[in-house]
């Protein structure tokens, strides 16, 4: 299996898994860089897996379903291009010889999901498209959600096996990082990771895949527990109430007029 970023607009992704015959594409925005991408590789178009409602992960499905008459696997629970096969927890998605298990990850839209796949047939390590809720060093916005179920959310993914590869829907990368490095400043594996990305992206390079162990490491909304998190969400607002959903909120909070 072979995994890869498609860039669409200015700074989407459009994932790519494939077997050198057949490919699946994770929350198609757009179709043209599909379809070219398609035609050019001579791969045929099997499942179309999306992750939330939002025009930028939707926008393409209808002209790839009429031009290959792909799939489409989507949420249960929220406006959708129809016809789709509609998925939750509890869930399992059969794609290419593989099985991806679904998770309800609320938060940035009401009915969010992710798939994450074991990486049984894979050859690789396990994979995880987890669109607008998990970003590397960040989290998306909370436009539906509540503080308490994203973090609940980041939890269930934090619980996934270090190894797995986190394949976010936007290169936000190096902002998180900038955010991540006002908070968390004596974080000696988030400033290397920050230098690192930085290189890849002064070469037009994807910061991504990252992977969970590394999140855990660097991602200020995974470690909220953490005492230098909760000193920092204190300083910016002293009115943080304890424990980790008090931390994350302010930090959330506190990421939405980052500058």
């Known amino acids: 299996m072979t995994l890869l970023p498609l860039p669409a607009f200015?700074?989407?992704y459009i994932w790519v898994l494939h077997d050198g015959q057949r490919a699946l594409v994770v929350d198609p925005g757009e179709s043209d860089a599909v379809l070219d991408w398609l035609g050019t590789n001579g791969l045929?178009?099997?499942?179309?897996?999306?992750?939330?409602?939002?025009g930028d992960h939707t926008g393409g499905v209808r002209a790839l379903r009429?031009?290959?008459g792909a799939r489409v696997v989507g949420p249960?629970?929220?406006?959708?291009?129809e016809p789709l096969v509609r998925v939750g927890t509890g869930d399992t998605v059969e794609a290419?010889?593989?099985?991806l298990e679904v998770f309800d990850v609320p938060g940035h839209t009401a009915g969010h999901i992710a798939?994450?796949?074991?990486?049984?047939?894979?050859g690789d390590a396990p994979l995880l498209f987890c669109g607008d809720t998990l970003f590397s060093g960040g989290c998306g916005r909370l436009f539906e959600g509540s503080p308490a179920q994203m973090l609940t959310s980041l939890g269930r993914l934090a619980s996934l096996p270090d190894a797995t590869r986190v394949c976010c829907a936007h290169e936000y990368t190096l902002s998180n990082l900038r955010f991540a490095l006002a908070v968390d400043p004596d974080n000696d594996a988030l400033q290397t990771y920050a230098a690192h990305c930085q290189s890849l992206r002064e070469r037009?390079?994807?910061?991504?895949p990252s992977s969970i162990g590394l999140e855990k490491r660097i991602n200020p909304f995974l470690r909220a527990e953490q005492p230098a998190l909760e000193r920092s969400a204190r300083a910016h607002d002293p009115d943080t109430p304890p424990g980790p959903l008090g931390v994350f909120t302010t930090l959330r909070a506190w990421k939405n007029v980052f500058q």
């Open 66 to 68: 009429e031009a290959t």
């Open 10 to 12: 200015s700074d989407n």
């Open 76 to 81: 249960r629970a929220e406006p959708m291009p």
């Open 115 to 122: 798939f994450f796949c074991d990486g049984a047939g894979t």
């Open 96 to 99: 290419l010889g593989l099985n």
């Open 44 to 54: 045929t178009l099997d499942t179309i897996l999306l992750t939330h409602h939002h």
């Open 204 to 208: 037009n390079l994807p910061t991504l």
